[in-house]
Protein backbone atom coordinates (compact mmCIF):
# COMPACT_ATOMS: atom_id res chain seq x y z
CA UNK A 1 0.00 0.00 0.00
CA UNK A 2 1.22 3.45 -0.57
CA UNK A 3 0.81 6.45 0.82
CA UNK A 4 0.07 10.34 -0.48
CA UNK A 5 1.20 13.42 0.45
CA UNK A 6 -0.37 16.34 -1.10
CA UNK A 7 1.07 18.86 -2.59
CA UNK A 8 -0.53 22.23 -3.40
CA UNK A 9 -4.11 23.30 -3.29
CA UNK A 10 -6.58 20.65 -4.22
CA UNK A 11 -8.91 21.91 -7.69
CA UNK A 12 -12.71 21.17 -7.49
CA UNK A 13 -13.72 20.59 -11.21
CA UNK A 14 -18.04 20.52 -11.67
CA UNK A 15 -18.73 18.29 -15.06
CA UNK A 16 -21.70 17.70 -16.94
CA UNK A 17 -22.25 16.95 -20.36
CA UNK A 18 -20.18 19.57 -21.64
CA UNK A 19 -16.25 19.88 -21.22
CA UNK A 20 -14.70 21.65 -18.07
CA UNK A 21 -11.63 22.72 -17.55
CA UNK A 22 -9.70 23.73 -14.18
CA UNK A 23 -7.45 27.03 -14.30
CA UNK A 24 -4.05 26.50 -14.86
CA UNK A 25 -2.15 24.35 -11.96
CA UNK A 26 1.71 25.04 -11.65
CA UNK A 27 3.18 21.63 -11.83
CA UNK A 28 4.89 20.60 -8.77
CA UNK A 29 5.08 16.85 -8.51
CA UNK A 30 4.58 14.07 -11.08
CA UNK A 31 1.66 12.50 -9.79
CA UNK A 32 -2.38 13.68 -9.55
CA UNK A 33 -4.62 12.00 -7.83
CA UNK A 34 -8.31 12.39 -9.37
CA UNK A 35 -11.57 11.48 -7.35
CA UNK A 36 -15.20 11.59 -9.23
CA UNK A 37 -18.13 12.36 -6.38
CA UNK A 38 -21.06 12.09 -8.00
CA UNK A 39 -20.97 9.99 -11.22
CA UNK A 40 -18.32 8.50 -13.25
CA UNK A 41 -16.38 10.62 -15.51
CA UNK A 42 -13.61 11.47 -18.53
CA UNK A 43 -10.26 13.25 -18.11
CA UNK A 44 -7.97 15.24 -19.82
CA UNK A 45 -4.79 16.38 -18.13
CA UNK A 46 -2.87 18.51 -20.74
CA UNK A 47 0.30 21.05 -20.59
CA UNK A 48 0.24 21.98 -24.46
CA UNK A 49 -2.91 23.06 -24.90
CA UNK A 50 -4.25 27.01 -23.34
CA UNK A 51 -7.74 24.92 -22.15
CA UNK A 52 -7.89 20.87 -23.14
CA UNK A 53 -11.62 20.12 -24.13
CA UNK A 54 -12.18 16.63 -22.59
CA UNK A 55 -14.48 13.80 -24.26
CA UNK A 56 -15.55 10.42 -23.79
CA UNK A 57 -12.28 9.24 -25.46
CA UNK A 58 -10.25 10.31 -22.67
CA UNK A 59 -9.31 8.96 -19.36
CA UNK A 60 -11.95 7.21 -17.55
CA UNK A 61 -12.15 7.73 -13.31
CA UNK A 62 -15.03 5.76 -11.69
CA UNK A 63 -17.08 7.53 -8.77
CA UNK A 64 -15.87 6.82 -5.44
CA UNK A 65 -12.76 5.05 -6.56
CA UNK A 66 -9.84 7.13 -7.04
CA UNK A 67 -6.90 7.28 -9.70
CA UNK A 68 -3.17 8.90 -9.51
CA UNK A 69 -1.68 9.03 -12.88
CA UNK A 70 1.46 10.19 -13.89
CA UNK A 71 1.66 13.84 -15.46
CA UNK A 72 5.61 13.80 -16.26
CA UNK A 73 8.54 15.25 -14.46
CA UNK A 74 8.14 18.30 -13.24
CA UNK A 75 9.85 21.09 -15.28
CA UNK A 76 11.48 24.49 -13.32
CA UNK A 77 14.16 26.86 -13.58
CA UNK A 78 15.04 30.32 -12.02
CA UNK A 79 14.95 33.18 -14.77
CA UNK A 80 18.40 34.98 -15.24
CA UNK A 81 17.11 37.28 -17.54
CA UNK A 82 14.11 39.10 -18.70
CA UNK A 83 13.30 40.66 -22.19
CA UNK A 84 10.05 42.62 -22.56
CA UNK A 85 7.96 42.64 -25.85
CA UNK A 86 5.54 41.28 -28.04
CA UNK A 87 6.42 38.09 -27.07
CA UNK A 88 8.79 37.60 -24.06
CA UNK A 89 12.46 36.27 -24.47
CA UNK A 90 13.78 34.54 -21.04
CA UNK A 91 17.25 33.45 -20.62
CA UNK A 92 18.46 30.59 -18.00
CA UNK A 93 21.92 30.65 -16.25
CA UNK A 94 25.23 30.00 -18.57
CA UNK A 95 25.75 26.14 -19.13
CA UNK A 96 22.22 24.99 -17.87
CA UNK A 97 20.20 24.72 -21.02
CA UNK A 98 16.55 24.92 -21.07
CA UNK A 99 14.24 21.78 -20.10
CA UNK A 100 11.59 23.20 -21.55
CA UNK A 101 10.79 22.66 -25.38
CA UNK A 102 8.21 24.35 -28.02
CA UNK A 103 4.84 23.84 -26.87
CA UNK A 104 5.38 23.55 -23.37
CA UNK A 105 2.36 25.88 -21.43
CA UNK A 106 4.90 27.46 -18.59
CA UNK A 107 3.81 29.79 -15.61
CA UNK A 108 6.62 32.24 -14.39
CA UNK A 109 6.19 33.28 -10.50
CA UNK A 110 8.84 36.26 -9.99
CA UNK A 111 8.80 37.82 -6.28
CA UNK A 112 10.06 41.53 -5.65
CA UNK A 113 8.72 42.18 -9.20
CA UNK A 114 5.59 40.47 -9.73
CA UNK A 115 4.51 42.94 -12.79
CA UNK A 116 6.11 40.10 -14.84
CA UNK A 117 4.12 37.20 -13.94
CA UNK A 118 2.37 35.42 -16.10
CA UNK A 119 0.21 32.06 -15.96
CA UNK A 120 0.19 28.68 -18.93
CA UNK A 121 1.32 31.04 -21.45
CA UNK A 122 3.05 28.58 -24.43
CA UNK A 123 6.73 28.20 -25.65
CA UNK A 124 6.99 29.37 -28.77
CA UNK A 125 11.00 28.75 -29.21
CA UNK A 126 14.33 27.21 -27.86
CA UNK A 127 17.68 29.29 -29.14
CA UNK A 128 19.72 26.70 -29.82
CA UNK A 129 22.42 28.75 -32.06
CA UNK A 130 25.66 28.57 -31.07
CA UNK A 131 28.13 31.82 -31.26
CA UNK A 132 31.56 31.25 -30.42
CA UNK A 133 32.49 34.26 -31.61
CA UNK A 134 30.64 36.26 -28.87
CA UNK A 135 27.07 37.73 -28.50
CA UNK A 136 23.65 35.68 -27.77
CA UNK A 137 24.53 32.31 -28.92
CA UNK A 138 22.04 30.87 -26.42
CA UNK A 139 23.29 26.89 -26.12
CA UNK A 140 19.59 25.95 -25.65
CA UNK A 141 18.90 28.40 -22.72
CA UNK A 142 16.98 31.23 -24.03
CA UNK A 143 13.57 30.96 -24.73
CA UNK A 144 10.42 32.59 -26.17
CA UNK A 145 7.06 32.48 -24.77
CA UNK A 146 3.85 33.94 -26.44
CA UNK A 147 3.56 36.52 -23.84
CA UNK A 148 3.03 40.38 -24.46
CA UNK A 149 4.73 42.21 -21.62
CA UNK A 150 5.73 44.85 -23.16
CA UNK A 151 3.44 47.21 -21.05
CA UNK A 152 5.35 46.04 -17.70
CA UNK A 153 7.09 48.91 -16.19
CA UNK A 154 10.28 48.90 -15.66
CA UNK A 155 13.33 46.10 -16.13
CA UNK A 156 14.29 42.70 -14.74
CA UNK A 157 16.43 42.60 -11.79
CA UNK A 158 18.31 40.13 -12.01
CA UNK A 159 20.10 40.88 -8.28
CA UNK A 160 16.38 39.50 -7.22
CA UNK A 161 16.30 35.61 -6.35
CA UNK A 162 13.38 33.31 -5.99
CA UNK A 163 12.01 33.90 -9.41
CA UNK A 164 10.51 30.56 -10.80
CA UNK A 165 9.71 29.34 -14.74
CA UNK A 166 7.67 25.96 -14.15
CA UNK A 167 5.34 23.75 -16.64
CA UNK A 168 2.12 23.98 -15.77
CA UNK A 169 -1.09 22.28 -16.89
CA UNK A 170 -4.76 21.90 -16.95
CA UNK A 171 -7.05 18.75 -16.12
CA UNK A 172 -10.43 19.08 -18.51
CA UNK A 173 -13.56 16.87 -17.71
CA UNK A 174 -16.89 15.31 -18.82
CA UNK A 175 -19.11 13.72 -17.25
CA UNK A 176 -19.33 9.80 -18.26
CA UNK A 177 -22.60 8.77 -16.63
CA UNK A 178 -24.28 12.24 -14.87
CA UNK A 179 -23.08 15.46 -13.33
CA UNK A 180 -20.43 15.22 -10.26
CA UNK A 181 -17.14 17.38 -9.18
CA UNK A 182 -13.85 15.97 -10.12
CA UNK A 183 -11.29 16.39 -7.84
CA UNK A 184 -7.74 16.72 -8.91
CA UNK A 185 -4.20 17.01 -6.77
CA UNK A 186 -1.13 16.35 -6.66
CA UNK A 187 0.46 13.87 -4.61
CA UNK A 188 4.09 12.83 -3.71
CA UNK A 189 3.53 8.91 -3.29
CA UNK A 190 5.74 7.09 -0.72
Not at 61 to 77: A, F, L, T
Not at 140 to 158: C, L, P, Y
Request: hydrophobic share 35%; aromatic share 6%.
Amino acid sequence: MSAHTPVGINTAISFSGSSAASVAISQQTEYVRLAAHGNTCHVKINSSDATPVANTENYFVVNGDPECINIGKVRSQPVQKLTKGSSTTIEFQQGTGSQFIVGDRVTLTAPGQTGFNFTHKEVTAVNNRVNPDGGPAGYSRIITVDHDSSAVSGTWNESLLGSDLRSSFKVAVIQGSGTGTLHAQQVQIS
